[in-house]
């Protein structure tokens, strides 16, 4: 049995089939193009056009918040903590970038 998010999907292609919704598509009655890893490809994708981004990158950014933070606030405990997550974020966006490269 079919999820029934699937059969809506499907009904909603095939309706729009039927509307003509599909035939003047560019590269219709084409070739898909050839991937090597079709499915990285599509993966890879999904991922950036939904705005995902390297995780050495989404730390960076999480590094840079830290460092305004750490501007802005004059409570001497707040400081060193934030001084704390700076310097384990700096290794994790190491270690990071260092798995993103192999």
Known sequence: MDHPLAVLINARI???QDEGEFD????AGKPLPRI???EGAVF???????GAV??????????THLRAELRETGDRSRRRDILR???MM???IDIARKTHQK
């Open 14 to 16: 095939a309706a729009a």
């Open 24 to 27: 003047d598509l560019p590269g």
């Open 36 to 38: 090597e890893d079709p």
């Open 44 to 50: 890879n994708r999904l991922l950036r056009d939904a």
């Open 54 to 63: 390297p995780e050495f990158v989404a730390l960076a950014r999480e590094l």
């Open 85 to 87: 997550e700076m310097s």
């Open 90 to 92: 700096e290794v994790r």
